[in-house]
């Protein structure tokens, strides 16, 4: 039987509804893991996204200020550079910590225990 001082500790309220969509993810991941920015084309590689698509999850991400988009040129050519906020980065950071949290409750739920006879996460696990 859950107790009262378990109200609420599977909520994850840091769980960013912004974030938390495969696209953006893909995204902020991809610009995590480059602090000086991608241009439009290599982001788009890396998330595997459509111009289209990208541009409108970008607009997302910026009216929200977790990135900004730095219009400019290189080789006479038209470029976009996208880039994290610093408190994008910030918040982004955030998010996977509550992540981490939610792998480490499921996981922890999932342990097989001596009265549940669950298996655990790892489906190659044979019950006993």
């Keep these: 039987m859950a ?71 290189a080789q006479n050519r038209p470029q976009t550079v996208c880039r994290l906020t610093a408190s994008g980065r910030q918040r982004f950071i955030g998010y996977l910590g509550v992540l981490e949290q939610v792998v480490r409750d499921a996981a922890e739920a999932a342990e097989p225990g001596p009265e549940s006879g669950r298996r655990g996460l790892d489906p190659a696990t044979k019950p006993a």
């Excluded at 500790?9 to 840091?14: A, I, L």
């Excluded at 509804?17 to 495969?22: A, L, S, T, W, Y």
Aim: hydrophobic fraction near 35%; charged fraction near 30%; aromatic fraction near 8%.
């Design 3 to 73: 107790s009262d001082r378990d109200d609420g500790r599977f909520s994850y309220e840091g769980l960013d509804r912004i974030i938390h969509e495969r696209a953006r993810l893909s995204v902020l991941t991809s610009l995590v893991a480059h602090p000086k920015g991608l241009p439009f084309p290599d982001l788009k590689r890396l998330c595997g996204l459509t111009d289209g698509n990208l541009n409108r999850h970008l607009a997302v991400l910026s009216e929200a200020d977790f990135v900004t988009l730095q219009k400019g040129f």
